[in-house]
Structure formats: C-alpha cells, structure tokens
C-alpha cells in the first residue's frame, strides 16, 4: 500500500487491479497522447478488453459474464484512468459495461439469453445510452422523444443530443416517452428504454447522426441523433413499458460512483505527473518541487483524491446490500461531486508545476486538465448533485 492510500482492498479488488494493470501496461501514455491528438477511437484498447472478458464484468454468470459488482468494477476503471489514459480511457469502456445493467436487471429472458453471453464474449456492444435532448438535458423528465405504439411495434420520432459512443456500439439503449408529459400524473411517469440495433437503424434510413466537434475527451465522441419513424419490435422494449424512468436511475447511483473512481485515478495520473515533473526541473539551482508553492498544491490534491476515495471505496463495498439503497444513492453523489474536484485541482495543480510545459501535448496534463474539466459536468453536473443532496439528504425543498 502506498503511503497515505486511504484504502485498502480485497482479494477480489487486488486480482482486478492486477490484471488491468497488466493489460494497460500495454498501452503507454505516447499510446493515449497520439490517440488524443488524431481523436481516434481507442479501437485496439477496448477490443483487448473485451476479448478479456471484461465487457462482462457485471453480467451474471449463467449468462456468460464475470458476476462481478461495481466493488470491483470501481478498481477496474480507477486503474485504468490511473494508467495514464485518464479519463477519456475509462470512458471509452464504461458504457459497454454499464449499458448491459439495465438488461441484466430489467431485460426479458429471451432479449437477456440472446444478447448477454455475446456481450460478455466482447462480440457485441452495448456502448451508447440515449437520453439526453437539446431541450432536456439536467431536466431529464422533459424528453420529447416519442416512442407510439403501432400494432406490435413502437415507432420512434425525436432527437437526442450528446449521446457517446454511437460510433462503437452496436446498440443504442433509448429513453423515449411513451406517453407525453402533459398526460401523466407524475413527471417521471411514461417513459420507457428501449434496445435499438443501431446498424438495422442506420440501414433502414431511420437514423441519422452527426458526431458534435468538441473539447475535453477527444477520443470518445459524442453525437447528436435524428430518430424518423424508427420501427421498434415490442421485444425491444427493456423493463416496463411507462417505468423507464425509476428504472434508469436504479442504476445510476452505482454509475455514478464509478465515475467518481474515474475521477480519482485521474487526480492520481495528474499528481504522479505533476510530482515527476517537480522533482526533476530544477530552476534557480534547485528542483522546483523544494518551493511550497509547487509542493502544497500536489500534496492537497493527494489529500482531496484520498478522500474522496475513502468514500467511493466504503460506498462501493455496501452497493450489494439493497436495503441500503438510499445511502448508497446519497454518497455515491457525494463522491461524484468530491472526486470530480478533488481531479479538477490535482490537473490544475499539475499543469502550474509544468509551468509552460502544462500546455504542451507532450506531458499529458493539458489533457487531464482538458478532461478534468469534463467530470464536472458530466453525467450530472456539480449543482444537480448538490441539488440532490440538499433535497434528499438535507430534506430542503425542491426550487425547480
Ligand atoms: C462529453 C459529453 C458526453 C455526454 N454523453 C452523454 C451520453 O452518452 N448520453 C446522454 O444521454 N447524455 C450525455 N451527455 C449529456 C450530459 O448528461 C448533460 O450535458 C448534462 O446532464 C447537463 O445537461 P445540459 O448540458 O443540458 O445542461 P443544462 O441542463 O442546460 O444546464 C446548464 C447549466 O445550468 C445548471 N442548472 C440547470 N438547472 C439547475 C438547477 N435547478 N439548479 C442549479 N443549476 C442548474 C446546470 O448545472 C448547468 O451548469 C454528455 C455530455 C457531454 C458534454
């Protein structure tokens, strides 16, 4: 364990953290630079995962997958943003991983027994979740989207912007309304995922999209989608028809706590730089890591990643004890909001320390800094967590 590391991790975590480390190992930061620079998909790292197994991390064993929980998952995505691929690595591969979850709990049989085992072979992904719009983006209730039954399908209008990953999935997970706001008694009422083949989408001209050019996270892109008279089988539909909502966000608590893990192997990719960096420069005859100046910034920044590990760490250890659900639900917004920040100022904090250097491609920090900058407002932003907290933690009233 490393001095001052605020966890310390299980058998379980410590065989994750192993093999992750091994298989980024491969994949050096000139890897993640020139991928950022030519915003490439990391094709060759994700496939690797995949062929691992790992796109099935949290896929039940009958199914084919790991049946692992988001305690192990948490040391997985930690691991490999702390690889030096940052955020932007963890990201390529979060989806494929998360995405399966609501089909896993929610999914029928027959959707479960076809797609699940595929998945966890890495032969398919399910990398893109669709709910964002360009009117109701932190108002989620407010999507337009509209999925109208027709017989035994759902046709699909509507517009989603956003949405990462359209270009390496095979399938889409979409939240549609199926039922208009106006008409329901509560406003998370009417809507429902569905599961939509992306490539039949495409083929039949229903779908168009077009990547949106964008900073921050260069290798995963994000796009904007025009759904027209999209034909959904009723076998797409994931979960209950009206339920979509409630069950979305049963899964995004634990989501959310990942997230927070991303961040955190962030600060510590961002601190490790930082600290290289201010121990070899020297300036006036000295290493520029002997000034308090350089050195408190790292040394809070380390502090701040510690702590917000400690949450994320005892918050993932308790996510299979359902009765705990609200707790879990509370601090894994509370370690979203404080590993966000706490990655924010570790890449600030090394960008300084890198003086002119902090914007060269070439030392990785105006990267982290880039990305840093990014979990702050995704996929919630800080003030909807706040809002959260303030709301079901401190039980004040709601002002929107
Ligand atoms: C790179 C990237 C990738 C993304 N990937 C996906 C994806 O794969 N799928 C998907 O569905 N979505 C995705 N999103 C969308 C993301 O979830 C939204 O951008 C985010 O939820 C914020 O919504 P918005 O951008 O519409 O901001 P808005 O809702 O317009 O908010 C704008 C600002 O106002 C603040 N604000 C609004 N209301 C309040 C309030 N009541 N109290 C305090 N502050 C408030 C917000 O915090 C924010 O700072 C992605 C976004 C980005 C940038």
Same mark, same amino acid.
């Given at each position: 364990m490393v001095l001052g590391e605020t966890v310390s991790l299980t058998e379980q975590q410590r065989l994750v953290r192993d093999s992750i480390r091994e298989v980024c190992a491969e994949f050096d930061?000139?890897?993640?630079?020139?991928?950022?620079?030519?915003?490439?998909?990391?094709?060759?790292?994700?496939?690797?995962?995949?062929?691992?197994?790992?796109?099935?991390?949290?896929?039940?064993?009958?199914?084919?997958? &790991?049946?692992?929980?988001?305690?192990?998952?948490?040391?997985?995505?930690?691991?490999i943003a702390a690889s030096g691929g940052g955020f932007s690595a963890a990201q390529a591969v979060h989806g494929a991983i998360y995405n399966s979850v609501p089909l896993v709990t929610y999914g029928s049989e027959e959707l479960k027994s076809e797609l699940l085992p595929a998945v966890a072979r890495g032969e398919t992904s399910i990398q893109a979740f669709g709910l964002t719009?360009?009117?109701?983006?932190?108002?989620?209730?407010?999507?337009?989207?509209?999925?109208?039954?027709?017989?035994?399908?759902?046709?699909?209008?509507?517009? =989603?912007?956003?949405?990462?990953?359209?270009?390496?999935?095979?399938?889409?997970?979409l939240v549609a309304r199926t039922t208009p706001k106006s008409e329901v008694d509560s406003r998370t009422d009417g809507m429902t995922m569905f599961l939509v083949d992306l490539d039949e989408a495409f083929d039949r001209?229903?779908?168009? /999209?077009?990547?949106?050019?964008?900073?921050?996270?260069? /290798?995963?892109?994000?796009?904007?989608?025009?759904?027209?008279?999209?034909?959904?089988?009723?076998?797409?539909?994931i979960g209950e028809v009206g339920d979509g909502f409630s069950q979305m966000l049963d899964g995004l608590n634990e989501e959310r706590l990942v997230i927070a893990a991303e961040c955190i192997g962030l600060g510590q990719a961002a601190i490790d730089a930082g600290v290289e960096y201010a121990s070899e420069r020297e300036v006036f005859g000295q290493p520029i890591g002997a000034n308090q100046a350089i050195q408190h910034p790292l040394a809070e920044a380390y502090a701040r990643v510690q702590a917000a590990k400690a949450m994320v760490y005892t918050t993932a250890n308790e996510v299979v004890d359902e009765t705990n659900?609200?707790?879990?639900?509370?601090?894994?917004?509370?370690? =979203?909001?404080?590993?966000?920040? &706490?990655?924010?100022? !570790? !890449?600030?904090?090394?960008?300084q320390t890198h003086g002119g250097f902090?914007?060269?491609?070439?030392?990785?920090v105006e990267r982290y800094f880039r990305e840093a900058r990014l979990t702050r407002l995704v996929p919630i932003t800080q003030q909807l967590v706040l809002n959260y907290v303030g709301e079901n933690v401190l039980d004040l009233p709601r002002s929107y």
């Open positions: 930061a000139g890897y993640w630079r020139e991928k950022d620079a030519s915003g490439s998909y990391p094709h060759e790292f994700v496939d690797r995962l995949a062929d691992h197994g790992w796109f099935g991390a949290l896929i039940p064993e009958e199914y084919g997958g &790991a049946g692992m929980t988001t305690r192990e998952v948490v040391v997985m995505m930690e691991e719009e360009p009117n109701a983006g932190s108002d989620s209730t407010s999507i337009e989207t509209s999925a109208v039954r027709d017989g035994d399908e759902y046709v699909v209008n509507g517009q =989603k912007i956003w949405i990462s990953r359209v270009d390496a999935s095979d399938y889409l997970v001209g229903t779908l168009e /999209v077009e990547a949106i050019d964008k900073t921050a996270s260069n /290798v995963v892109h994000s796009y904007e989608m025009w759904f027209e008279d999209l034909r959904l089988p009723e076998e797409a539909v659900a609200k707790s879990v639900g509370a601090r894994a917004n509370m370690s =979203k909001f404080l590993a966000a920040d &706490a990655a924010f100022d !570790a !890449a600030d904090a090394a960008v902090g914007v060269a491609r070439e030392y990785d």
